[in-house]
């Protein structure tokens, strides 16, 4: 359903969970942290660590063995899915996928530069693919 504009309305506000299985709790939790995110103590434990992106986005990471109790299916092998999130400058970018190699995370693609897009990808330590992307609306 869209308005008079065109355009569909926002849905309400809810808060986002990714599960994301991991094999060291303890190593993911430091080469997030080393990125500079912090952990929810409510929802972090021995089994689970609720890594916030912001008010209402988390990333659970969840040993394999525990991740699989949500799905019932073994930990898949491929990328199951490429974790973006925005940054406010190409610095930004740069800044966090060159802070991300450095704590152990390998490089994912090349960064890429297309108009108002500029974005750069790494592998964290369990080989999920996190993007990071910065729009300049003004060049749109």
Known sequence: MTDSS???????????????PVRDL???VAFF?????GF???FTDD???AMAVNDDA????LPDDYFSTFTGQPVP????????????????VDDLVT???AAGGAPAQDRISDGPLYGWSFLDPDGHQWELIHLDLNLT
Do not use: H
């Open 40 to 42: 929810d103590a409510a």
């Open 6 to 20: 065109g355009t569909a309305p926002l849905a309400r506000t809810r808060k986002m969970f990714v599960n994301l």
């Open 47 to 49: 089994r689970a660590a």
């Open 77 to 92: 092998t491929t990328r199951e899915a490429v974790v973006a999130l925005s940054a406010d400058s190409p610095a930004e």
């Open 99 to 101: 802070r991300a190699l």
């Open 33 to 37: 942290t080393e990125l500079g995110f």
């Open 26 to 28: 303890d190593r993911s």
């Open 58 to 61: 988390f990333v659970m990471l």
